[in-house]
């Protein structure tokens, strides 16, 4: 095992992606104590409701920029990596994808703010047995 990890850093390219996911792991890392951090103090500060108000809101961030992706951003790097080998220019992809996720994003935050309150009988006005 570890002949096999000296010849993968041995080679520059596995160096270089060697590099790369230690940085990418290095700072999910710190996200993660960063965000333990975040909850731990406010639960402090706020108490278990801030904390339930932080967490549905959170979610709801992270299901609408999933909406809005729309899984262009893995079409994105397939296509500008076989663009990459053609020679081609990729701006044009890449502001086209851009604009698309922008407007979808922005339909999403409008489409939040819209039902608002539906999220906020939905999950704060009601006992945990009625929202099932």
Same mark, same amino acid.
């Given at each position: 095992?570890?002949?096999? &990890? %000296?010849?993968?850093?041995? %080679? #520059? &390219?596995?160096?270089?992606?060697?590099?790369?996911?230690?940085? /990418?792991? @290095?700072?999910?890392? &710190?996200?993660?104590?960063?965000?333990? =951090? !975040?909850?731990?103090?406010? *639960?402090?500060?706020?108490?278990? !409701?801030?904390?339930?108000?932080?967490? =549905?809101?959170?979610? /709801?961030? @992270? &299901?609408?920029?999933? /909406?809005?992706?729309?899984? !262009?951003?893995? /079409?994105?790097?397939?296509?500008?990596? $076989?663009?990459?080998?053609? %020679?081609?220019? *990729? $701006?044009? +992809?890449? +502001?086209? =994808?851009?604009?698309? =996720?922008?407007? @979808?994003?922005?339909?999403?935050?409008?489409?939040?703010? +819209?039902?608002?309150?539906?999220?906020?009988? !939905?999950?704060?006005? %009601?006992? #945990?047995?009625?929202?099932?």
């Amino acid at each position: 095992m570890r002949s096999r &990890i %000296n010849q993968f850093i041995q %080679n #520059p &390219i596995g160096a270089t992606l060697a590099k790369g996911g230690a940085v /990418v792991l @290095l700072f999910k890392v &710190i996200g993660a104590l960063g965000g333990y =951090v !975040l909850l731990f103090s406010l *639960s402090r500060v706020g108490g278990e !409701l801030s904390v339930g108000i932080y967490e =549905v809101a959170f979610t /709801v961030v @992270l &299901i609408g920029s999933t /909406v809005s992706r729309w899984g !262009l951003d893995t /079409v994105l790097v397939r296509e500008m990596a $076989r663009d990459r080998e053609v %020679n081609l220019a *990729s $701006r044009v +992809l890449y +502001l086209a =994808v851009l604009s698309r =996720v922008f407007l @979808l994003s922005i339909a999403c935050s409008i489409a939040v703010f +819209l039902g608002a309150q539906f999220l906020t009988d !939905l999950f704060f006005q %009601n006992t #945990p047995t009625k929202v099932i």
